[in-house]
């Protein structure tokens, strides 16, 4: 018995188990499908399904990704010889910061679905890029004193220490 | 010797038992330059002729040694975040499935209407204690929101695993691989069908709740999977280095992860711009400003105003009427004639129908009770209500223990615009017909002239623009 467990094991590449698990999934998701089926809106369902794992690996990570890359170029150029990543964290969370609100709060910054927005809370999204741009400001704001103070700081001691 | 790690990783892989690989893995990396990868020397499954085939066909792009340089990337970060998400987003699903449950299944209106076997053991939603369904959508929407970025972190330290060449070496390998689509798949659209209808934007154009629901069942089957596969990993990964240790350690005396058979650690790791501390600081504080930007909406009083960027930071004014409006008498489309002084509110039952004037209402006893209306989106207000108490007026229906009682507004265009409640809703000592609220007429936007609200019920339910009541007893 043992030596059938062991060559299911070898060429299926892991236990009966882990196939049992496995074939649960893919049920579990047949049946979400079967109770799909009749709705109308089934295959826009699908296409935004698809389109989060297609827009995420192939268009936002590759953006920030690139994006961080030319981040540490610029901040490269900036560092002016001294050790360490130069100013470059002090570049990535403002920017991180600021691109994670605008990620997760867009439809109220860029006014999308104004019409139910006003239905359900009798208000507009007027204030909303405004308070962005503002909070964006903060953020680059203090990134810049903390890093105008190590400066000053590592200057004074008369070291290149750098890091987080 | 450190050859001998991945043999040993990949035959945990095959036992059926699977124990934790030896502590091999643990030690302390190789120079950084001439390793060879370690992924390359995996065995292959059924049919290992197809699966060697592939790998000779690997494009030119997918040379990993190149492509991934983060010197931070490694089985150790990844469990850590791994970690987080095992033990978050099941209370994530878990607070989902049982809003579920609020709606009140057993009437039809909880949506998707037909779920099959896709739901809790059904059971009778309680009204006590009044901020039960404040904290269950509060943990819901704060803590999903909060672990965007752990999400997005996780997806960033796996990446280099999607390009990875050959995408499979054995049928379970390759099923396993399928069942990521169902994971991301399933975490991602729940964040962004979630996200956006926490905003009142419905540009995916189907139902937010079918969507939702039935996103969520595929996401269980996706992450049921991940964690049988990858438990066993995570927690050798995180016994691999100490946490303790690592938040003590620099940017610069960070060195990488040792190179191994998980594909995650760069071959040809760049020098770090930040440590593995700095890393997780970044993630914390990302979650951070997405909870201190959103918890306000929940909380309520003083800290509303810091919920910055969503729809239920702003009270619109300081008078007793002036707190959160959940759809509006203008977008319900209420005729005004219709809630004058000729309205009337009907009581209905087996043994017959009433009707009463506000003026009526307002003259029999009133009671007071401080509740929060609380939505699905994840935002509360508590307010002081009076009126009459709803098992007072199921007496003057002449049906003093009703089995239900179905509840409809004048409204004539609205999903919401009649709702059934329990037995326990209805007899609840602080379940109310209100007519008042903080001391004055409710106003237009707040159901005048006599809606309901009852403790931990969810707040569509909390019909406004009252017309009807039936107590009914089967």
Request: no cysteine; proline share 12%.
């Given at each position: 018995m043992s030596a059938v467990l062991r060559r299911f094991s070898t060429a299926y590449g892991a236990g009966p188990a882990r196939l049992l698990v496995v074939s649960g999934a893919f049920a579990l998701t047949g049946y979400v499908v079967l109770l799909l089926l009749p709705n109308p809106s089934a295959t826009r369902m699908l296409v935004w399904f698809l389109a989060a794992v297609v827009l995420h690996d192939l268009v936002l990570f590759p953006v920030y990704a690139a994006a961080d890359r030319l981040l540490q170029l610029g901040a490269g150029a900036l560092r002016r010889g001294e050790e360490g990543p130069g100013p470059v964290n002090y570049l990535r969370l403002p920017v991180l910061g600021s691109g994670l609100l605008l990620l997760v709060f867009l439809p109220g910054i860029i006014r999308q679905g104004a019409f139910t927005y006003h239905a359900a809370t009798g208000q507009t999204q007027q204030p909303f890029l405004g308070r962005w741009l503002l909070l964006t400001a903060a953020m680059f704001a203090v990134s810049g004193l903390c890093y105008l103070i190590r400066t000053l700081r590592t200057r004074r001691a008369g070291t290149g220490r750098g890091g987080r | 010797m450190c050859l001998a790690a991945p043999y040993q990783l990949e035959a945990t892989f095959h036992a059926v038992g699977m124990s934790p690989p030896p502590?091999?893995?643990?030690?302390s990396a190789p120079p950084a330059t001439g390793r060879r990868d370690p992924l390359e020397e995996s065995e292959f499954g059924f049919p290992a002729g197809v699966w060697r085939s592939l790998t000779r066909l690997r494009p030119s792009g997918a040379r990993r040694a190149r492509t991934w340089r983060s010197p931070l990337r490694g089985p150790w970060l990844t469990s850590v975040l791994g970690a987080v998400l095992l033990v978050s987003l099941p209370l994530v699903t878990i607070t989902g499935l049982l809003s579920y449950i609020a709606y009140g299944p057993q009437f039809g209106q909880?949506?998707?209407?037909e779920v099959g076997w896709l739901r809790l053991p059904p059971f009778e939603w309680p009204t006590s204690p009044a901020w039960l369904y404040v904290l269950n959508q509060g943990t819901h929407v704060i803590l999903g929101l909060v672990l965007i970025p752990v999400v997005l972190a996780k997806l960033w330290s796996v990446v280099p695993k999607l390009f990875e060449w050959p995408p499979a070496r054995s049928p379970a390998k390759l099923l396993e691989r399928l069942s990521l689509l169902l994971l991301v798949g399933g975490v991602l659209f729940e964040i962004v069908t979630g996200v956006l209808n926490i905003q009142y934007d419905?540009?995916?154009?189907?139902?937010f709740y079918t969507a939702h629901y039935y996103g969520a069942w595929v996401f269980i089957a996706g992450f049921v999977v991940h964690v049988a596969v990858k438990l066993p990993h995570m927690v050798t990964a995180l016994r691999s280095r100490s946490l303790r240790s690592e938040l003590r350690t620099s940017r610069s005396a960070t060195r990488p992860e040792p190179l191994d058979s998980t594909g995650l650690v760069a071959a040809e790791p760049a020098a770090p711009t930040m440590g593995r501390r700095g890393a997780l600081g970044l993630v914390g504080a990302g979650s951070l400003l997405l909870g201190v930007l959103s918890i306000g909406q929940v909380v309520g009083g003083p800290v509303r105003r810091t919920a910055l960027l969503l729809p239920r930071g702003r009270t619109p004014g300081s008078g007793p009427n002036d707190f959160q409006v959940n759809r509006t008498a203008a977008a319900a489309r209420i005729d005004p004639g219709e809630t004058g002084e000729e309205w009337r509110l009907v009581l209905r039952s087996p043994t017959g129908r009433r009707r009463f004037s506000r003026r009526e209402l307002l003259a029999m006893p009133q009671h007071t009770a401080t509740l929060p209306i609380a939505c699905v989106e994840g935002w509360a207000t508590t307010q002081r209500w009076s009126g009459v108490r709803l098992r007072d007026l199921a007496e003057l229906a002449g049906n003093p223990v009703p089995g239900w009682a179905r509840v409809s507004s004048v409204e004539t265009i609205g999903a919401f615009r009649a709702a059934t409640l329990q037995a326990n809703q209805v007899l609840d000592p602080d379940a109310l017909l209100a007519l008042r609220v903080n001391g004055v007429d409710l106003s237009m936007d707040h159901g005048y002239p006599a809606r309901v609200i009852v403790p931990a019920?969810?707040?569509?339910?909390?019909?406004?623009?009252?017309?009807d009541i039936e107590f009914g007893s089967d």
């Open positions: - | 502590p091999a893995l643990a030690e909880a949506f998707p209407r419905y540009v995916f154009g189907f139902s019920l969810p707040g569509v339910h909390n019909t406004k623009w009252v017309r």
